[in-house]
């Protein structure tokens, strides 16, 4: 099967019938090393409980993973409720710093993790405009829009919240790296690893409607969320995912940013 961005991936049943998931690069690919997925991968599982393949071998150009079952079914309330637990443990161990022990990516873009002790600061270079520089650098972005970001970055201590501790983030939790069997989670996959604050997180579920009220309502019986999340810091860290597919996909995601600068007022 295609997976994108120069990748191809498929399943193998080895001798010893194990059945593994492997993804290649194609040597003529600009595509990044697959490498740093494993890397991501066995991060996650070193320091977490968060259900992730296990990487048997990651090359620059081969990755190759324990397969995971799924049975193709819906995302449903109960599997929501099955990930706001995963997902509510994952984010409640501190963390010693913002930011990580390498850059990591997000998709096929590069995502810099310089270590930091305040998250707002963090987000505002290295995630919004970091990508929003890149996006106006290729083109993608109109230098309006990049000059309405910019003012917004000027002015995020007015919308955003500080952490009470960094938390380890999956950093890329749409419905297609969330893997499912029957009424649980069965894995999660292609993370964008990261420390910061799990609100961009939670964030990045409501974009593509991976998550809904049965998620949250979990969630935050074990992680209570700050006022404020839902009416407003969740559409403004969305911005960053948003940026993303700017670059990845076009101007078909230029109407999301504005709408959200416009809420907020800028």
Known sequence: ???????TGLSALLRDGRRVAIKARAASSASPSLALEGYMLGEL????ELPVPRVYLAEPDLLVMAFIETDGGPITAAVERDA????????ATPRDAIGYDRDTLIGPLSQP???????????RDHRLLFMARAARDEGRLPEGLYGRLEALAGRLEAHLTEPPFPSLLHGDLWTGNVLVKGDRIAGFVDPALYCGHPEIELAFTTMFGTFGTAFFEAYEA???????FHEVRRDLYNLYPTLVHVRLFGSSYLGGVEQ????LGH
Do not use: C
């Open 113 to 123: 993790n310089p270590q930091a002790k305040r998250w707002i600061p963090f987000f």
């Open 45 to 48: 599982a070193r320091l977490s």
């Open 222 to 228: 074990l992680r209570p969320l700050e006022p404020g």
């Open 1 to 7: 099967m295609a997976v994108g961005f120069g990748l």
């Open 84 to 91: 706001a637990r995963l997902i509510a443990a994952l984010h």
């Open 260 to 263: 959200t600068l416009t809420r």
